[in-house]
């Protein structure tokens, strides 16, 4: 068994199958919808994790291409640089998943990297710029180190 | 029983006193009673770390040869007030870069200060008889000028609305990103633990309280600007919404980039995250009681931050701590704003530095105004 994250890009005029119903009925795929947004006539856009067979999910996804839909593996993800965090909680007030939330008794923030969405809407809230994706630039450093 | 200023001093000398935190107090109150309490405590600390955009730093870079009269300033490519003396300005904390915009401005050179960096000084001048030069590029840095002194215009809002959006579309603001539909409720106070909540009719905290500021020793200046003590208060003494504000000032070379930060609100700009810890005496039972209080019965209401809806909602601190509220009968998330892990180090610190002999309390040279009257600027044509 294998889990793996993805999004699927739907063009504007939409697909002809219904794409969740073939994923579980002909590969035998679990899957779990984190992030949902497609309507009529705009490209849509749908994020889930899938868990099956490995043969069986590289299968999925040939046949989801075949549909005209673009799909892209989730490689990179947040990541939270705990040293410069001040634990304010503005962070927590956007998370739609609770992957970053307050400890009730220390008043630290946690972060589950498992229930993550990538939606990276912490990124852009957190006043002190200490949310990322791995791989980019994680905070603004000094002016004259650069 | 009640003690005086001067004997709670002798004892922090004599390291006899004891001090605890305003969260620590509550516990002691609970166990041990008012009566006993008040005559076994001596000092208790406070503390909150929280965005306090009205903040700055005034600094003195020295003269140079032939010297300047310096009219304009940037640091970083950041504008200064340069409207002072010859080599005096103030760089105000929200000030955005000329080249970077909103990502980098008066709060990250004030922090950028602290932290010991060199920031590169840019200053024009159109030239005087006694002042000939009118250009200066050069790097300064908090030891090679010569005063270099934070001074806050308001800090330590005593109290402060919750917020949050009855419109369809996302907004952002001061109080974070507020999502639609009334989607969540952001708040800011290190509540129980806040100074001024400690000492809701400014009995001990006045005109020349020494204070933890930033990671050094600060004190308040004034009253701060908006000061709004006539507040409608519950009948603790609490006031329900923004009420007393502090003026303060204290020595940028002995504050720590632990204790001051700077941040950017998305969408609406930057601000500078101020540490505030001050000691309140406990001169009787009565001062006991202020400092005992607890988040259940600390209020405060929650605003409509699009001004659309004329909201009325009071809810206490206890309820937006748990993580949820009810307004207009659902459930929504609260994050808090302020943050409560730091206040608390502050509060740790303060007490230390008591403990350690290193800080003795001051009388407050005057009153911080107990009734003032706040303007609305008029349109006038």
């Known amino acids: 068994m294998k889990k793996i994250k993805v999004t699927f890009e739907f063009p504007p005029n939409g697909i002809k199958q219904p794409l969740t119903y073939h994923l579980i009925k002909d590969f035998d795929l679990m899957l779990n919808i984190l992030n949902a947004d497609v309507s009529l006539n705009r490209t849509g856009r749908l994020v889930m994790d899938l868990q099956g067979e490995e043969e069986k999910l590289e299968a999925a996804l040939k046949w989801v291409e075949e549909q005209g839909i673009a799909f892209k593996l989730f490689e990179k993800e947040v990541i939270w640089n705990e040293e410069k965090c001040i634990h304010c909680g503005a962070c927590t007030a956007v998370c739609p998943s609770g992957a970053l939330s307050m400890d009730d008794k220390t008043w630290n923030l946690k972060f589950d990297q498992e229930k993550c969405l990538i939606c990276e809407l912490c990124i852009k809230t957190c006043p002190l710029g200490v949310m990322g994706l791995n791989g980019d630039s994680l905070f603004i450093d000094s002016y004259r180190s650069e | ?381």
């Not at chain 2, 001093?9 to 390291?15: F, L, R, S």
């Not at chain 2, 009995?203 to 009253?223: D, M, S």
């Open chain 2, 1 to 381: 029983m009640s003690k005086t200023i001067h004997e709670i001093n002798e004892k922090i000398k004599a390291g006899k006193a004891i001090v605890v935190t305003a969260e620590e107090v509550i516990g002691m109150v609970e166990e041990n009673g008012y009566k006993k309490t008040a005559e076994t405590v001596d000092v208790v600390t406070t503390g909150t770390f929280g965005p306090m955009c009205s903040s700055g730093v005034f600094v003195n870079f020295g003269h140079s040869n032939p010297p300047i009269r310096m009219a304009k300033v940037t640091l970083n490519d950041v504008p200064a007030f340069a409207g002072l003396a010859a080599v005096d300005a103030y760089v105000g904390a929200t000030e955005m870069s000329l080249k970077r915009g909103m990502e980098y401005g008066g709060a990250h050179v004030i922090e950028d200060f602290i932290a010991g960096k060199d920031i590169a000084l840019h200053a024009e001048s159109y030239g005087t008889d006694c002042y000939p030069r009118k250009e200066i590029d050069t790097y300064v840095n908090k030891d090679n000028v010569n005063q270099i002194y934070m001074f806050n215009p308001r800090n330590c809002y005593q109290n402060y609305a919750a917020a949050t959006n009855s419109t369809g579309k996302t907004i952002y603001t001061y109080m974070g990103t507020l999502l639609p539909h009334y989607g969540n409720v952001t708040y800011s106070t290190a509540g129980e633990l806040s100074p001024l909540l400690n000492d809701p009719e400014y009995r001990t905290v006045g005109l020349g309280t020494r204070i933890f500021l930033g990671g050094g020793v600060g004190y308040v200046a004034w009253e701060g600007t908006q000061h709004n003590p006539d507040r409608e208060r519950t009948e603790n003494g609490i006031p329900t919404l923004g009420a007393g504000t502090l003026a303060l000032i204290g020595d940028l070379r002995g504050m720590s980039t632990e204790f001051i930060r700077a941040g950017v609100f998305q969408k609406y700009g930057i601000t500078l995250y101020v540490g505030v810890g001050i000691p309140i005496p406990i001169l009787d039972e009565e001062m006991l009681a202020k400092v005992a209080v607890k988040n259940k019965d600390i209020y405060t209401h929650i605003v409509d931050k699009s001004g659309k809806v004329d909201l009325d909602v009071l809810v206490n601190y206890e309820q937006l701590r748990s993580g949820q509220v009810e307004l207009n009968g659902k459930k929504v998330s609260t994050a808090p704003l302020t943050s409560l892990i730091k206040s608390r180090i502050i509060a740790d610190k303060l007490k230390s530095w008591i403990l350690a002999k290193d800080f003795l309390l001051t009388e407050k040279v005057s009153d911080l105004p107990v009734h003032n009257k706040v303007n609305t600027l008029d349109i006038r044509g």
